[in-house]
T-cell receptor, first 111, second 116 residues
Framework: GEDVEQSLFLSVREGDSSVINCTYT??????LYWYKQEPGAGLQLLTY?????DMKQDQRLTVLLNKKDKHLSLRIADTQTGDSAIYFC???????????FGTGTRLQVFP | GAVVSQHPSRVICKSGTSVKIECRSL??????MFWYRQFPKQSLMLMAT?????????EQGVEKDKFLINHASLTLSTLTVTSAHPEDSSFYIC????????????FGQGTRLTVV
């Protein structure tokens, strides 16, 4: 199947860390992505990780990849109110080259 | 990053009419463009993949005659919703990729279609 699953909601206090989780199904996915969508807007690529990596850090963002469990996570350090948005993980299917999105996680940051 | 412009950002149309949505890559040549549909509070569903100069490949369950996709040039793809009905109301987003080997697809800002 092509299901990519995420938890629907996450609520954190400003300044805390946020961890958004994602499970995917295609073990042959070459790249895995995290996108951010603000209300009524398109998608902004936050970061991506190649499948032969375990971790990637980019400023406040840390991506962890567990290929054995097909689990991907995005950690946002020092979460700010401007980080409130929907976050989508996505995978590229090796055979079809299509970008398949997860269900999205709505992150709410409160003061 | 590269810029993809999608137009219009919002459109309201009457049932039975057709609506055209444009997706343009502004500073790169997009060999492949994707069209997604997003229902409220849901994820993006891939509708079709279009390659410049060839027919679009539609996902299962997407009506080809209803959602006409044209990718006539390396910088422009259009999605036409024909004979629109209220159930076609949705948020449509395009994305463009420079070539199949590229890791990144750039997204347009989306079009909110409301059919009344």
């Amino acid at each position: 199947g092509e299901d990519v699953e995420q938890s629907l909601f996450l609520s954190v206090r400003e300044g805390d860390s946020s961890v958004i989780n994602c499970t995917y199904t295609d073990s042959s996915s070459t790249y895995l992505y995290w996108y951010k969508q603000e209300p009524g807007a398109g998608l902004q690529l936050l970061t991506y990780i190649f499948s032969n990596m375990d971790m990637k850090q980019d400023q406040r963002l840390t991506v962890l990849l567990n290929k054995k469990d097909k689990h991907l996570s995005l950690r946002i350090a020092d979460t700010q109110t401007g980080d409130s948005a929907i976050y989508f993980c996505a995978e590229i299917h090796h055979n079809t080259d299509k970008l398949i999105f997860g269900t999205g996680t709505r992150l709410q940051v409160f003061p | 990053g590269a810029v993809v412009s999608q137009h219009p950002s919002r459109v309201i149309c009457k049932s039975g009419t057709s609506v055209k949505i444009e997706c343009r890559s502004l500073d790169f040549q997009a060999t492949t463009m994707f069209w997604y549909r997003q229902f409220p509070k849901q994820s993006l569903m891939l509708m079709a993949t279009s390659n410049e100069g060839s027919k679009a490949t539609y996902e299962q369950g997407v009506e080809k005659d209803k959602f006409l996709i044209n990718h006539a040039s390396l910088t422009l793809s259009t999605l036409t919703v024909t004979s629109a009905h209220p159930e076609d109301s949705s948020f449509y987003i395009c994305s463009a990729r420079e070539d199949p080997g590229n890791t990144e697809a750039f997204f347009g800002q989306g079009t909110r279609l409301t059919v009344v």
